[in-house]
């Protein structure tokens, strides 16, 4: 399987997707949406504000409201919050690859196949 290619710039918040693609064409207001979602305006206002991200269950409703899926807006804040954390100089990028110990080989599971049933003993 190829990586998928990081992007250089800064991904959308779902917050601003849901704003600049939803909210303002339809034309519809914060408080209606939010109460059409069944949360309260403040939860809303968070998201489209960027200062919360999208649960699962706001992904959930946001797919059902606007006929798109719940992959699609977690997606949105996992490229977005994997950004941020790879621009963070938390000493992420210092971790060393972990090698097995020598002598040891990796694990790949049982070469070993018995065609016969164990009985257990008792």
Known sequence: M????KPTAQPPHPGFVLKKEYIEPLGVSVTDLAAKLGVSRN???SIINER?????DMALRLSKAFRTTPEMWLKLKTVH???????????????EPIRPVRGQTQSTGSKHTSKRKRVPRG
Do not use: I, M, R
């Open 2 to 5: 190829l990586p998928e290619k």
């Open 43 to 45: 939860t809303l206002s």
């Open 52 to 56: 919360a991200g999208v649960s699962p």
């Open 81 to 95: 919050d994997l950004w941020e954390a790879e621009q963070l100089d938390s000493g992420w990028n210092e971790v």
